[in-house]
Antibody, heavy 117, light 107 residues
Framework: EVQLVESGGGLVQPGGSLRLSCAAS????????MHWVRQVPGKGLVWVSH????????NYADSVKGRFTISRDNAKNTLFLQMNSLRDEDTAVYYC??????????WGQGTLVTVSS | DIQMTQSPSSLSASVGDRVTITCRAS??????LNWYQQKPGKAPKLLIY???NLQSGVPSRFSGSGSGTDFTLTISSLQPEDFATYYC?????????FGQGTKVELK
């Protein structure tokens, strides 16, 4: 069974940093591109970043470019999102999602990041 | 970035109704269009990929159509478990973008 489990969310002050993790199981993690998608509570879905299967290619939404870094450890079946210089508007539930080839076929349960002083 | 516009933003329907949600892209995206269902407090769930392909395990009352810029999600006979918010998403070009969502509520 495919499982994605995010962790690392919490309360952080503006300007602070947080590292999210997504532990994958039930599939060959190293074969899949992976994504982060976020959602402000009560609002819509927003794509944040993706990484290719070997970690050599990454892409970011303009809103997080230069502040967030996506990475992966294929030996540990884990996806990461390093978030620096956090802003109030980064407050959201962050989901990791598997890319089966132009769609997100599996999602984690999400982890809430709250940026507030 | 490609803009995705869904209509309506919300609708009220009864069990057994036929429901149609439309999604329009700001430029042609071929068939790189996905549909997701999201229930409160839960992660989104993939329903339809590549405009018209039913994801494994999704009931056949869900169907998708369209290509280019105009797409449709149809629920042929609404069931109680279908009351949720539905999102379209284009995966034609990065950044992948979502529609604003359509909330399907009980009439």
């Amino acid at each position: 069974e495919v499982q994605l489990v995010e962790s690392g969310g919490g309360l952080v002050q503006p300007g602070g940093s947080l590292r999210l993790s997504c532990a994958a199981s039930g599939f060959t993690f190293s074969s899949y591109w992976m994504h982060w998608v976020r959602q402000v509570p009560g609002k819509g879905l927003v794509w944040v970043s993706h990484i290719n299967s070997d970690g050599s290619t990454t892409n970011y939404a303009d809103s997080v470019k230069g502040r967030f870094t996506i990475s992966r450890d294929n030996a540990k079946n884990t996806l990461f999102l390093q978030m620096n210089s956090l802003r109030d508007e980064d407050t959201a539930v962050y989901y990791c999602a598997r890319d089966s080839g132009n769609d997100h076929d599996y999602w984690g349960q999400g982890t809430l990041v709250t940026v507030s002083s | 970035d490609i803009q995705m516009t869904q209509s309506p933003s919300s609708l009220s329907a009864s069990v057994g109704d036929r429901v149609t949600i439309t999604c329009r892209a700001s430029q042609s995206i071929s068939n790189y269009l996905n549909w997701y269902q999201q229930k409160p407090g839960k992660a989104p769930k993939l329903l339809i990929y590549a405009a018209s392909n039913l994801q494994s395990g999704v009931p056949s009352r869900f169907s998708g159509s369209g290509s280019g810029t105009d797409f449709t999600l149809t629920i042929s006979s609404l069931q109680p478990e279908d009351f949720a918010t539905y999102y379209c998403q284009q995966s034609y070009s990065t950044p992948w973008t979502f529609g604003q969502g359509t909330k399907v509520e009980l009439k």
